[in-house]
T-cell receptor, first 110, second 120 residues
Framework: SQQGEEDPQALSIQEGENATMNCSYK?????LQWYRQNSGRGLVHLIL?????REKHSGRLRVTLDTSKKSSSLLITASRAADTASYFC??????????FGSGTKLNVKP | DTEVTQTPKHLVMGMTNKKSLKCEQH?????MYWYKQKAKKPPELMFV???????INESVPSRFSPECPNSSLLNLHLHALQPEDSALYLC???????????????????FGAGSRLTVL
């Protein structure tokens, strides 16, 4: 990808379980964001964490950022079948430049 | 209005055709983007317009020609494409505020649903 990698590439879990996906990036950032994409549609913004923050919560989402390791993780708690989608991290540089990681495809089985 | 609208949803064109993809937003955003996404890959940044001026071109071949007629519209003109250019083309917008004092605010992308392009 233009910026970094995500792992795992694919993740399959049961409803009610937690899902964790990781993102690594290459260069310094203003902030890091997570987006969700349902089967070939447009992406939807989920959560943003600034470079001077370490952890952020929003509903069932928890994101962490470690700038020394250039990595972030997204935790989705108590997953639902409706969470099935691809998840991408995006690094924000120079305000108007956004690069996406390679993505994690999440399948939540009912 | 919190939407980015892309037309057409699907486009099939030959390698000698000239066509255009269109994108429109009415959220007052001043930055607009084109991304290309191949199957099972992440979106790849192509172009960024900031205040109707092209600010980023990620070394995109000249057969792709972007245009920003005004702050609400973004076009991508296509000419002499190759079959490997077949992909989902995503338009996005963001506040794109120039004022450094406002940069502590969130600059996030709002995406359209995409235009799926097939080049024969």
């Amino acid at each position: 990808s233009q910026q970094g990698e995500e792992d795992p590439q694919a993740l399959s879990i049961q409803e009610g379980e937690n899902a964790t996906m990781n993102c690594s990036y290459k260069t310094s950032i203003n902030n890091l964001q997570w987006y969700r994409q349902n089967s070939g549609r447009g992406l939807v913004h989920l959560i943003l964490i600034r470079s001077n923050e370490r952890e952020k919560h929003s509903g069932r989402l928890r994101v962490t950022l470690d700038t020394s390791k250039k990595s972030s993780s997204l935790l989705i708690t108590a997953s639902r079948a409706a969470d099935t989608a691809s998840y991408f991290c995006a690094t924000n540089h120079n305000f108007n430049k956004f690069y996406f990681g390679s993505g994690t495809k999440l399948n939540v089985k009912p | 209005d919190t939407e980015v609208t892309q037309t057409p949803k699907h486009l099939v064109m030959g390698m000698t055709n000239k066509k255009s993809l269109k994108c429109e937003q009415h959220m007052g955003h001043r930055a607009m983007y084109w991304y290309k996404q191949k199957a099972k890959k992440p979106p790849e940044l192509m172009f960024v317009y900031s205040y109707e001026k092209l600010s980023i071109n990620e070394s995109v071949p000249s057969r792709f020609s972007p245009e920003c007629p005004n702050s609400s519209l973004l076009n991508l003109h296509l000419h002499a494409l190759q079959p490997e250019d077949s992909a989902l083309y995503l338009c996005a917008s963001s506040q794109g505020l120039k004022d450094r004092a406002n940069r502590s605010g969130a600059n996030v992308l709002t995406f359209g649903a995409g235009s799926r392009l097939t080049v024969l």
